[in-house]
């Protein structure tokens, strides 16, 4: 039984370790993408062999507030040369909330042979582990996406007031400060947020980094989770959840932990978040 197997998660497949990624260098099958918040980190040194997926040039639109389409993401994978049958395996800095983030976009495009290296950068530089500055180069595939972008994992506004008026389960990720409405953005960043502060009513305050151990940036196991989201905070595997933070990356952190670690059924990811929900007119808000 593998080190991450034992910790008892719901789909423990999905994670894969330092260890793992190391045995599986050059491996055809197998992409390692790294995605990072800051953009520089990459071309400084990264996991020999794995490609950049930047989330601000490769993931959004760059005129609508939403993410490439069709065409994008197959150019996107015919870039990285991957096919359907690639397992992508995305690790990254802050933990891995933009390694989550680039996994999560993925599935709207029904990529679902994909997998998260625990820890991220921390645990791979941590432990000594060689970097590159190399560039990978592949030969470009024949990569189709299907025709529309699936969405069971993305929560829009509308459906968002609609869970709220029923009064679904709801898990703001922020820091305590944002959720109160005593800031309007994450500590030490600008303040790029919203106009007004505050959380979506009834929302439960679960910062996402209660559910990683500090030291290396690994997710905590199935128990400790299973406490701090089931247990202190009551919520409900077989009810629909949705998770929102800022603009949905360190939300997709918590939904990963939700949905594929812990097991919960309906569980999606509001991208819109607090810069959409704090600038929305005449949409509820609670201090």
């Known amino acids: 039984m593998s080190e991450i197997t034992a910790r008892g998660y719901a789909r423990p497949e999905v994670l894969v370790s330092t260890d793992w990624v190391a045995a599986h260098a050059g491996d055809p099958s197998i992409r390692v993408i790294e995605s990072n918040e800051d953009t520089l980190l990459y071309a400084s040194g990264h996991i020999p062999g794995a490609v950049q997926v930047d989330w601000t040039n490769d993931l959004n639109d760059h005129v609508r507030r939403d993410y490439i389409d069709r065409k994008g993401f197959e150019a996107l994978m015919s870039r990285i040369g991957a096919t359907p049958k690639t397992t992508v395996v995305f690790y990254g800095d802050k933990n891995n909330w933009w390694a989550c983030y680039a996994f999560w976009v993925f599935q709207l495009f029904g990529h679902t042979n994909a997998r998260v290296m625990d820890g991220g950068r921390l645990k791979w530089t941590k432990e000594n582990r060689a970097l590159t500055r190399d560039l990978p180069t592949f030969a470009p595939s024949k990569y189709k996406a299907p025709p529309r972008r699936d969405a069971p994992v993305r929560a829009f506004q509308k459906q968002v007031l609609a869970h709220v ?37 009834g929302a439960k305050s679960i910062p996402w980094a209660r559910a990683i151990n500090p030291e290396d940036g690994t997710f905590k196991d199935a128990k400790e989770l299973t406490e701090l989201y089931s247990v202190t905070n009551k919520l409900r595997k077989d009810k629909p959840t949705i998770a929102y933070c800022r603009i949905g990356e360190r939300s997709s952190h918590s939904w990963f932990a939700l949905k594929y670690l812990l097991g919960f059924k309906n569980v999606k990811n509001y991208d819109g978040s607090w810069t959409e929900w704090g600038n929305t007119v005449g949409v509820p808000i609670e201090k």
Not at 168 to 173: A, E, F, N, W
Not at 187 to 199: F, Q
């Open 165 to 201: 008026k029923a009064k679904g389960q709801l898990v703001d990720v922020r820091s305590p400060e944002e959720f109160a409405g005593t800031r309007l953005h994450m500590p030490d960043y600008p303040n790029e947020g919203a106009l007004r502060g505050g959380h979506i009513p």
